[in-house]
């Protein structure tokens, strides 16, 4: 099972994204997916979550300017990121709970991340 992050570059202040992550492998059902970046120098920060119901939470930093959302058929979280900033440049990381087929529990994962870099 691994998670495919797509859609990051290089984009002026006041510009739009839209990151995409894909799901693939042996996957029975997943749960909560969430999108996370890692700013040069900095920790790793939640962004925005959305459970498989479609309930969503954003950073204080994102309200009003990023959305995530998912497509569950296509086992798919996605993440429109509008009016960019200087200070969302960072690697974006997306992350969900997978239960796998045949085997028992739900496993954290993580895909390989995004560079999302905003110029001023």
């Known amino acids: 099972v691994q998670l495919q992050a797509s859609g990051g570059g290089l984009v002026q202040a006041g510009e739009s994204l839209r990151l995409s992550c894909a799901a693939s492998g042996s996957i029975f059902k997943i749960g909560d997916m969430g999108w996370y970046r890692q700013p040069p120098g900095k920790q790793r920060e939640l962004v925005a979550g959305?459970?498989?119901?479609?309930?969503?939470n954003y950073a204080d930093s994102v309200k009003g300017r990023f959305t995530i959302s998912r497509d569950n058929a296509k086992n798919t979280t996605y993440l429109q990121m509008n009016n960019l900033k200087p200070e969302d440049t960072a690697v974006y990381h997306c992350n969900a709970g997978i239960i796998r087929l045949g085997v028992r529990g739900v496993y954290n994962v993580w895909g390989q991340g995004t560079l999302v870099t905003v110029s001023s």
């Open positions: 959305i459970t498989k119901v479609g309930s969503t």
